[in-house]
């Protein structure tokens, strides 16, 4: 992995995708997996206000998939027959879907709307859920003209929710009281 960071090929708009094929950098595909790259800068940033090592273990391995995802959305059409080890495994939306389950155990119920807030971590942890949900809905439009794998499409809908629901159970572990919406047009 040595060598020059910059190589100059972009410097007119373009880029290649995984295989060779070059394609404009404003190319949905690029904006797909460069939203999930930003998602998992995110993550990194969340990471460093998290002590919990049951939560650390999972933001670290939805890292590695994000990593995988971003791969398998980078590849031109024909490449991507030759990668499967970039497809999302059921058993990833299954970790994500049981620490769900678990932290919903843990806190109260929903009883009204949670505005953006509250600690730093559950901030942060809104802020990768809007994030998540800006990238499923390029990759659902990538999906109309370059078939995504459905897997990866659940995977990504699954995160949204882990980190609406990560970002009530941060503010519960640290005791800060969440944000509620109070309607100002009644």
Same mark, same amino acid.
């Given at each position: 992995?040595?060598?020059?960071?910059?190589?100059?090929?972009?410097?007119?708009?373009?880029?290649?995708?995984?295989?060779?094929?070059?394609?404009?950098?404003?190319?949905?595909?690029?904006?797909?997996?460069?939203?999930?790259?930003?998602?998992?800068?995110?993550?990194?940033?969340?990471?460093?206000?998290?002590?919990?090592?049951?939560?650390?273990?999972?933001?670290?391995?939805?890292?590695?998939?994000?990593?995988?995802?971003?791969?398998?959305?980078?590849?031109?059409?024909?490449?991507?027959?030759?990668?499967?080890?970039?497809?999302?495994?059921?058993?990833?939306?299954?970790?994500?879907?049981?620490?769900? &389950? @678990?932290?919903?155990? /843990?806190?109260?119920?929903?009883? *009204?709307?949670?505005?953006?807030?509250? !600690? +730093?971590?559950?901030? =942060?942890?809104?802020?990768?859920?809007?994030?998540?949900?800006?990238?499923?809905?390029?990759?659902?439009?990538?999906?109309?003209?370059?078939?995504? &794998? @459905?897997?990866?499409? /659940?995977?990504?809908?699954?995160? *949204?929710?882990?980190?609406?629901?990560? !970002? +009530?159970?941060?503010? =519960?572990?640290?005791?800060?009281?969440?944000?509620?919406?109070?309607?100002?047009?009644?």
């Amino acid at each position: 992995m040595g060598g020059k960071v910059y190589t100059k090929t972009g410097d007119k708009g373009t880029t290649s995708l995984i295989g060779g094929t070059r394609v404009k950098k404003c190319d949905l595909r690029i904006d797909s997996y460069g939203t999930v790259d930003e998602l998992n800068s995110y993550l990194g940033v969340l990471s460093s206000y998290i002590s919990e090592q049951e939560t650390l273990d999972l933001i670290s391995e939805i890292q590695n998939v994000l990593f995988n995802v971003g791969c398998n959305l980078a590849m031109g059409e024909d490449f991507k027959k030759e990668l499967k080890e970039s497809v999302v495994a059921p058993i990833l939306i299954e970790h994500v879907e049981k620490r769900i &389950d @678990k932290m919903q155990d /843990a806190i109260p119920e929903l009883r *009204s709307f949670v505005i953006p807030g509250g !600690s +730093r971590s559950a901030s =942060f942890a809104h802020v990768c859920r809007t994030v998540c949900r800006r990238a499923e809905r390029l990759i659902i439009a990538l999906d109309e003209t370059s078939p995504v &794998d @459905k897997t990866l499409l /659940a995977y990504i809908n699954r995160l *949204s929710d882990y980190f609406f629901v990560l !970002s +009530r159970y941060l503010n =519960f572990i640290e005791n800060v009281a969440e944000k509620t919406w109070e309607n100002p047009c009644k």
